[in-house]
């Protein structure tokens, strides 16, 4: 292979090694998503099912699809992103107590929220998830946070199943 051309070549391979790689709808960087089809509203019955099955209630709902309905007017928005779209809110006390006690910087992490929201081109798709929490090299502070990720994992496993 010529000079020129086993250069080239391996720098087509340094671009593509050092290309930020894709990440799929499903798979946003600070979120883990995950799809189940069925109603909206019955999808959002299984989440709030499963937070109580699991030893907590919901403490607020954000209405986030009908905010933007509501206010598309009045920021000149011409697409429509959700068709319905809530955030419900709840809070692990023994979970959320542990993370404050090993790293109180975890305040930022709480309440624990776990999205439901269909969008508007995919009717029948619903996707339920919640913000990814960082992963923290070790000690306590590791602990304590992917004993909330084991929380959040289960609850939309069991609400998506």
């Known amino acids: 292979?010529?000079?020129?051309?086993?250069?080239?070549?391996?720098?087509?391979?340094?671009?593509?090694?050092?290309?930020?790689?894709?990440?799929?709808?499903?798979?946003?960087?600070?979120?883990?998503?995950t799809e189940k089809r069925g109603a909206f509203d019955d999808v959002v019955f299984d989440v709030r099912q499963a937070i109580t099955q699991a030893g907590f209630s919901v403490d607020a709902t954000s209405h986030v699809g009908d905010m933007l309905a509501r206010t598309a007017k009045d920021v000149g928005a011409t697409k429509e992103v959700y068709k319905s779209a809530v955030g419900l809110q709840f809070c692990s006390v023994r979970l959320s107590r542990a993370m404050f006690e090993a790293d109180p910087t975890t305040i930022a992490l709480c309440p624990s929220v776990i999205v439901v929201y269909e969008l508007a081109g995919r009717p029948g798709v619903v996707h339920v998830g919640y913000r990814r929490l960082p992963e923290i090299a070790e000690g306590a502070a590791r602990e304590a946070i992917d004993a909330q990720r084991r929380m959040l994992?289960?609850?939309?496993k069991e609400a998506t199943q």
């Open 1 to 33: 292979m010529p000079l020129r051309s086993a250069a080239a070549s391996l720098a087509l391979v340094a671009l593509i090694a050092l290309a930020p790689r894709a990440v799929t709808a499903a798979e946003p960087p600070f979120a883990t998503i």
């Open 153 to 156: 994992d289960a609850i939309v």
